[in-house]
């Protein structure tokens, strides 16, 4: 898929840095050419023979050498490429980019390339989350800059949280979307999935049946046509997306604020089956069981994401879909949901019990738009994914 492609691959002095090479086999097996940069602190972690053995390239390191600047200077080194790809881009690398610093190669190539950016954060999780970053990490984004991760998970340094490097596969399928001819591509397109977990206690916690299947294979499907993909995702039970920006939370509160964040969008598809009351005040406490008495919660309405999404007079997408999954009357039920909550298209199904579709592998939707309510015969989720991602490209005049 990457065959002919020129990847210029910038790799950052963390830990993480061995996994660039990992990332550079996997590239030259779908075809791509591979020319390698790393940072002086980089060097301490991979050498530039290893590096330089699996791109079958010569690796460079330093701004200031005269054969380098007379074979091939560094601003034209950073425009022949397809994509400038950091990985690991660092603490340090992320804020010199946010800033626009230029004191060594890595930093001035990326400055001086008008080539599209990808970026493939890894740092301990109190790095990641301080604020400082969190601001250059907006700026990039800001500036179109594409992020693949990070995940979460545990860290070289004995920590456990989000900052772990995205894995070279993940990288892979993010490149291959990026340089993709897709009808989708240099659209951003933002999708819920999931259920929420809406806490009575720090045990206990307040749930629904969905798997977030409908979901994944959505993010799925758009990465496919080439979308930028921002994936927030309730406690689901299926894996993540690989290729897209994933963004991970509990409550309805959190998903409302990791949506809200992400915009603006090309689109939004809001498959995520958020609870609609939450506990008013949960204790901070596990409750304990007394005899013959039983406790008494207090239920407050959560954030109607969709609706407040639609009804944004500013950063709303030029399309927003929404679900509905009912038990009876779908399809009247599914009109006055679109109506109400001011979406353009509602996907409606039938969850009820005996369909099995709720946590399933299959799904038999109904597309209500302007054009009336459209039935799609029952098939796999992906199949659906794949129709309901073509019918956006259509709609957004990409198709």
């Known amino acids: 898929m990457l065959a002919g492609k020129r990847i210029l691959l910038i790799i950052g002095g963390g830990i993480a840095a061995y996994k660039a090479l990992e990332t550079i086999r996997r590239l030259r097996e779908r075809g791509a050419a591979v020319t390698p940069v790393l940072t002086p602190a980089a060097a301490e972690f991979v050498t530039p ?151 009575i206690d720090p045990v206990r916690y307040i749930a629904n049946r969905s798997s977030g299947a409908q979901g994944t294979a959505i993010a799925e499907a758009l990465r496919d046509l080439g979308a930028e993909v921002v994936f927030v995702t309730g406690p689901a039970e299926v894996a993540r997306p690989e290729g897209v920006e994933v963004i991970e939370v509990e409550s309805a509160l959190e998903m409302r604020a990791a949506v809200l964040g992400a915009l603006p969008v090309d689109a939004g598809v809001f498959a995520a089956a958020v609870a609609d009351w939450r506990v008013e005040s949960a204790s901070g406490s596990k409750i304990k069981k007394q005899a013959g008495r039983l406790p008494s919660l207090s239920f407050t309405e959560n954030p109607d994401i969709l609706a407040e999404v639609s009804g944004l007079a500013e950063d709303r997408p030029g399309l927003v879909v929404g679900f509905a999954a009912e038990t009876d009357d779908v399809v009247a039920h599914a009109t006055a949901k679109r109506a109400r909550k001011g979406c353009d298209w509602i996907v409606a199904n039938d969850v009820s019990p005996a369909t099995g579709i709720m946590g399933g592998s299959e799904n038999a939707v109904v597309l209500i738009s302007d054009d009336g309510a459209e039935d799609w015969p029952r098939m796999g989720k992906r199949e659906v994914a794949r129709r309901l991602a073509a019918r956006i490209a259509e709609a957004l005049g990409a198709g």
């Open 49 to 199: 023979l290893s590096v330089g053995a699996l791109a079958g390239e010569k690796v460079y390191t330093d701004l200031f050498d005269l054969t380098d600047e007379a074979e091939m200077g560094h601003i034209q080194l950073s425009r022949v490429a397809d994509l400038v790809l950091v990985v690991p881009a660092t603490a340090d690398l992320m804020a010199k980019m946010a800033q626009g610093l230029a004191g060594d190669l890595a930093s001035t190539l990326l400055l001086a390339t008008d080539t599209p950016v990808m970026i493939a954060p890894a740092m301990n999780v109190r790095m990641w989350e301080h604020p400082a970053t969190q601001r250059n990490l907006a700026l990039l984004k800001g500036d179109g800059v594409a992020v693949i991760g990070p995940g979460e998970g545990d860290m070289a340094c004995g920590e456990f949280g989000p900052g772990r490097l995205a894995e070279p596969l993940e990288i892979v399928v993010a490149v291959e979307a990026a340089l993709s001819d897709g009808p989708l591509k240099g659209r951003r397109v933002l999708v819920t999935s999931g259920p929420t977990h809406e806490p």
